[in-house]
């Protein structure tokens, strides 16, 4: 068993929102909106992440 860690951050920025569609070849929800993010590698802080 493992665990996964992600990360997701709200991009507001000069009145413009930051939104991701997913593409439709994705196995998991594709089409689906959602907001940027992605894993958090092992010690790593979330904050540090989002930024990469």
């Known amino acids: 068993m ?3 860690i992600v990360c997701t951050g709200f ?3 000069q009145g413009k929102t930051l939104i991701i569609k997913r593409s439709l ?5 594709p089409g689906f ?3 940027p993010g992605g894993k958090v590698d ?3 802080n979330p904050e ?3 930024k990469r």
């Open 48 to 50: 540090e992440a989002l």
């Open 2 to 4: 493992y665990q996964k």
């Open 33 to 35: 909106y959602e907001l």
């Open 25 to 29: 070849r994705e196995a998991f929800l």
């Open 42 to 44: 092992f010690g790593e």
């Open 11 to 13: 991009i507001y920025h």
